[in-house]
């Protein structure tokens, strides 16, 4: 094929669609501090949050502390209860629960959980707080890093970052404070006499946090967090999300507020570029729906003031749907949302009733393989076995070993034994049976352990009886 022969293409791509530097520096984020009604919500629903995460660890219940996952002795004490791994199932049950929950709560309103209580949007709201404090509005940080280094410029950065990692520090120190008693923890972080493993994690948690909500921010939604990934899946035309309505916001523009903006041919929207600049991820909701949104309703407040101003009615931008955008009406009560709803009462019903009857006394018995049976000296047929009793309560008790499956079986040993609250003990005994009264090679026997004291706290574990063949 010659040169003639050849046809000259051309790459078009479309105006809408740019370069993309997969690799492009962060543009920082200069976020306006906004007030309105949503921001209340956020603020009733941020603060108890963190006054809980801050305070639990600090709370005694019966003397210990009222949370506190105890690793080295396997035991997590949760207010009244406490909890050992052969409870881990019930972990996993609740963690179970709340992704349905979530699920949940993203098929009724969008991002709610994101804008509102996710302690990566709480933590980001207290440091950018912090910031604002020590270094100005938008526009006098704007300033502040556009102007060239002087002893002010450097205070305000100090006094900013060091808020930042007081505050950082004070997240560290509590998270470890859940798993190494916070009040021996402080003291010991302070005199410098804490253990490796306790201050190792304490700068770690530190810094993940120093650099989470101080340096990352944004970042940290759009693309750590996989939850901005799937959302799209679990939403539908039905669901509340933070919307634009250009029906009524186009064609925007700017105009005087005394002027008739009907008969100039333009929409409610100003152009005032207000809700981007309120924005945490710095998106601009008149181009749509993102998946970088997080639901908090800052541009509804920002838009709302604004609308306030200009004598406009409220709603240019708000929580609502598709449907209702298009015209329509939303469905509150559609199947989705009906079966999340129900699975979730039955989940939360049997995880209840799972927690209020659960019996904290564990039991395992383990036969000895090494020798199968022993014959004693007057025919009787005897089997060792191993018992492992675990008191999963606080207090005191004396339990008593019983064996049933096969008449005339005795024990031969103590069968009675007191255990200290949270004591575990290997108790060896022998079960003697007489021959006659085994039929087979191999009979199936139970074990029970139940408390002298308490009639309720009993367990069961089954295990085998051999004879000679």
Known sequence: MNDKQLIDVQ????????????????????????????????????WPLLLGYFLLPWLSWDGRQAVWFDLPERKFHILG?????????????????????????TVFAGRV?????????VWTSVFMWIEQRFEGSRNQRMRLDKAPWSLEKVVRKILKHGGWLFMAFLTGMTFVGYFYPIRELLPDLLTLSAGQWGVLWTIFFTCATYINAGWMR??????????????????????????YDPGRGEPRGSRKRDADHRAQGLGDCIDC???VQVCPTGIDIRNGLQYECIGCALCIDACNSVMDKMSYPRGLISYTSEHQLQGGKTHWLRPRMIGYVLVLTVMVSLFSYRVISRVPLEMTVIRDRNELYVTTMDGNIENIYTLNLVNMEQSMHEFEIVVTGIDGAEII?????????????????????????????????????????????????????????
């Open 11 to 46: 790459e078009v791509a479309p105006a809408e669609v740019s370069e993309i530097d997969l690799y492009q520096r962060r543009e920082k984020i200069y976020t306006r501090k906004i007030e309105g009604f949503f921001q209340r919500i956020r603020l009733y629903t941020g």
């Open 81 to 105: 209860l406490v909890f050992w791994p052969q409870d881990f199932p019930l972990l996993a049950f609740m963690l179970i629960i709340a992704a349905f929950g979530l699920f949940a709560v």
């Open 113 to 121: 959980w994101c804008g509102y209580t996710c302690p990566q949007t």
């Open 218 to 243: 944004e970042q940290v939604c759009k693309y750590m967090c996989p939850y901005a990934r799937f959302q799209s899946v679990m939403f539908d035309q039905d669901t509340l999300i933070v919307s």
């Open 273 to 275: 570029n207000l809700c």
């Open 413 to 469: 040993g103590d069968t009675l034994h007191t255990l200290d609250g949270g004591e575990v003990r290997s108790i060896n005994l022998r079960v003697r049976v007489a021959p006659e009264r085994l039929s087979r090679p191999s009979t199936e026997i139970e074990f029970t352990a139940r408390a002298t004291d308490r009639e309720s706290l009993q367990v069961s574990s089954e295990s085998r009886f051999m004879r000679p063949l």
